[in-house]
């Protein structure tokens, strides 16, 4: 079979690659970002997954506004990085599972997910940012991974209710694949939290909401859920509806979660910059 060792929520900021590839880490203005990853290491090396759930919102290098599936999912045998323009260090490509992927695929479609399935995926610093931050020293990174796709950059977004309950299906398709030994599947949700880049709100962060949702992903995960695309949009800013992302990820933990790790810092670049890991409590 395999299990849920956890979920990371991590933001993904595209300026944080620059600094790495810089060695930024300790300058000031970095240095209360990057402190809160090093008790997510140190975790890692405790759960030591073998493959990466990773939800995240596409920026339009694989889908643009012509195409854009609500929920995608990657089945492909490696995810190749495509340059966006950002001047951020290309990575080597990720190996994928396609095994897991179609498990996920079907499981999720049986739930009545109509997913779009992708057998090629490129992907951007929604993948490559997160998985630099858990992985710093590795040049490329071999852990296999599954993308899930969820539209966060176009209306009408799908719900919260609807992330919440795609999430705890993926939870439940997690458990039931056959696996020997059992595979240790880390989730990662990508984004957030409250940011807007453009128009007149751009600069806007909302840290109230912010510590709010995050509380309440411990212990009320469906507190969220209470409102709409527009209201998301009100509440943490056209971009910070990317919390979605972590969302769908705790609410693959099925029931009780435990907080093992937390950072907040603003602002780093136009974001409220979170890192969470959270692990099932039972
Ligand atoms: C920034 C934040 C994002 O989520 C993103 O996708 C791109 C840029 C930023 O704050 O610079
Ligand atoms: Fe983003």
Redesign the pocket.
């Known amino acids: 079979m395999a299990r849920i060792v956890g979920s990371v929520m991590s933001t993904?900021?595209?300026?944080i690659l620059n600094a790495i590839a810089r060695h930024e880490e300790a300058d000031p203005y970095w240095k209360p970002f990057f402190d809160g990853y090093e008790n997510v290491h140190a975790w890692l090396d405790e759960v030591r997954p073998d493959v990466a759930v990773i939800v995240h919102n596409d920026?339009g290098m694989n889908f643009f506004l012509d195409k854009m599936p609500t929920f995608a999912v990657g089945c492909a045998p490696e995810y190749r990085h495509g340059d966006e323009g950002w001047g951020i260090p290309t990575v080597d490509p990720y190996p994928g599972h396609p095994d897991l992927s179609w498990h996920l695929v079907e499981a999720l479609m049986a739930e009545e997910f109509d997913v779009t399935t992708c057998q090629e995926m490129l992907v951007d610093?929604?993948v490559t940012n997160p998985m630099k931050l858990l992985w710093p020293e590795h040049e490329s990174v071999t852990l296999p991974i599954v993308p899930v796709t969820v539209n966060t950059v176009m209306f009408p977004y799908p719900s919260a209710k609807r992330c919440f309950a795609l999430g705890e299906a993926i939870g439940r398709a997690i458990s039931s694949y056959d696996a020997e030994p059992d595979l240790r599947v880390l989730m990662i949700g990508s984004?957030g939290l409250s940011?807007q880049?453009e128009g007149t709100r751009a600069g806007f962060i909302n840290k109230a909401f912010d510590l709010r949702f995050v509380d309440s992903l411990t212990e009320e995960p469906a507190w969220v859920t209470q409102f709409s695309g527009e209201d998301l949009v009100k509440e943490a800013g056209s971009?910070g509806v990317?919390l979605l992302t972590w969302l769908t990820a705790r609410a693959a933990i099925i029931g009780a979660a435990r907080r093992v790790a937390w950072n907040y810092h603003i602002p780093?670049?136009?974001?409220a910059a979170g890192t969470l890991v959270l692990e099932p409590a039972a």
């Open positions: 993904h900021v595209p300026a920026h610093h929604a984004g940011h880049l971009q990317e780093i670049s136009n974001t």
